[in-house]
């Protein structure tokens, strides 16, 4: 039996209000119920603090909710692995939280709940154990100088092809010349293991003019160095999710369904995201508040909390994905700081009995630790893809009274990952 496409339950295990209580069993009933659902779609915007729980029907489709509404503005600033889509965050924060009370998120990952806090114009705090999480979060929220912004990110730019594109030959015609360089990093056995000499020349001279450079926004630039440096690296064009070996060779593309050859230069996607993140960051400055954005490098179970009013969030899921690792390039080409041994959950430690005995214990202890900051009544709010069934227990651990438990269907899974996919958010309140 499958999960329920919607579902709202209650602690004591009745269920309350409209359900659509279908349980699926096959591909002939999931048409069914598909074709038959009683709830529209919810529209982010329309949800209000009395919003019923229970009406709410989180299953988009393209057609409801398209690619590019999904990842607006600073949102597609970087890919990353596991976050959850903006218009999940902007339903739960508009229904339990108000202008000017603050959001928590403990597991802050690329910064969703932060950016949608913001635009609503509710204060949002964030901690993470990956430095570059914080580095992404503290780019995608900044307040910036519109001119100054794209000035920097063009000039940078700018040098880094006279330094790179430019022959010595066209050179002497022009009479241009070349600023002088010293580059650190050509033999790091990271870099050269996944990149092209002259796709890790051009990423190392990029890097050496931000650290020389007189640049005020240099997190942001750090972003787009470090996006650059995933698409240059050796591999699969459908495989950047997942690379287990650098590609050297030309080999079949199963997105291009054709023979494809690693890339062997930067340069084009330095060109590239420089020019698509001015216009995001320029999008989402038109709407950003006010609102204050606390970032933290911290291992979220040692954390002692600002006062807040609510906690949502999605933690790492165990055993599943290694959350310093699937940016590994960023460490080695930025230098941050690793600290993936304190991750909860991750894949490298497995999912056996005795991680997910670990992992609950360390998620309800940040929860634990999280709620002492808050008042009574208010809300945590857990996205997860429970497949293990360990929230229950987690619920139980923290000591919250379970409000509601929604299920839904994710619609879109990129690259390889096309497969289905569910997760579950859990509705707790303080007692």
């Known amino acids: 039996m499958k999960s329920p496409i919607f579902m709202v339950s209650r602690s004591n295990n ?6 659509v209580d279908y349980m699926i069993a096959n591909e002939e009933e999931q048409a069914e119920v598909r074709s038959a659902r009683v709830l529209l779609p919810t529209i982010p915007g329309q949800v209000t603090p009395d919003t ?19 990842t607006k503005h600073v949102h597609r600033l970087h890919p ?66 519109i001119s100054e912004m794209q000035r920097e990110v063009l000039d940078i730019l700018a040098r880094v092809k006279a330094a790179t594109q430019i022959s010595s030959s066209q050179r002497s015609l022009t009479g241009e010349v070349i600023e ?32 020389t450079g007189d640049y005020q926004y240099t997190d942001l630039l750090k972003v787009i160095l470090s996006r650059a440096a995933r698409s240059a690296r050796l591999t699969t064009h459908f495989d950047l999710d997942f690379p287990k070996r ?31 993140t001015i216009k995001r960051v320029k999008q989402f400055q038109e709407i950003r508040t006010d609102a204050s954005v606390q970032l933290f490098h911290e291992d979220s ?68 630790r999280a709620s002492e900051f808050m008042p009574a009544g208010s809300r945590i709010i857990v996205v997860a893809n429970d497949r293990a069934n360990l929230y229950g227990d987690i619920a139980d651990m923290v000591g919250v009274e379970v409000e509601g438990i929604i299920n839904r269907h994710v619609n879109r899974r990129t690259g390889r990952r096309s497969g289905e996919f569910y997760e579950s958010i859990f509705v707790w309140r303080k007692c």
């Open 14 to 19: 009745t269920i309350t209000g409209r359900e």
């Open 180 to 211: 002088t360089l010293s580059i650190s990093g050509m033999d790091n056995e990271y870099l050269q293991q996944w990149f092209a000499t002259r796709a890790l020349s051009e990423l190392l001279t990029y890097r050496s003019f931000i650290e």
């Open 246 to 276: 650098p590609v050297t060779e030309p080999y079949w593309c199963y997105k291009h369904s054709r023979i494809c050859s690693p890339t062997g230069e930067a340069f084009k996607f330095l060109n590239r995201y420089s020019k698509d």
């Open 52 to 70: 019923p729980l229970e009406s709410l029907n989180l299953n988009w489709r393209e057609m409801d909710l398209p690619e590019k509404d999904r």
């Open 301 to 368: 179970r040692k954390a002692t909390y600002p006062e807040n009013n609510g906690i949502f969030t999605s933690p790492p899921y165990v055993g599943l994905i290694d959350y310093h690792e699937q940016h590994a390039y960023a460490y080695h080409l930025l230098g941050l700081q690793d600290m993936r041994e304190s991750e909860i959950g991750a894949a490298s430690n497995g999912s056996s009995m005795k991680a997910q005995e670990r992992y609950k214990k360390d998620i309800a202890e940040v929860f634990c």
């Open 80 to 145: 990353y692995l596991g976050k959850f889509i903006p218009q999940l965050t902007e339903v739960f924060l508009r229904k339990y939280f108000g202008r000017g009370q603050t959001v928590l998120d403990p597991f802050v990952g690329s910064g969703t709940t932060l950016v949608q806090a913001n635009e609503l114009g509710i204060n949002s705090i964030g901690y993470d154990i990956s430095a570059f999480n914080v580095l992404l979060c503290r780019a995608k929220t900044a307040h910036y100088d």
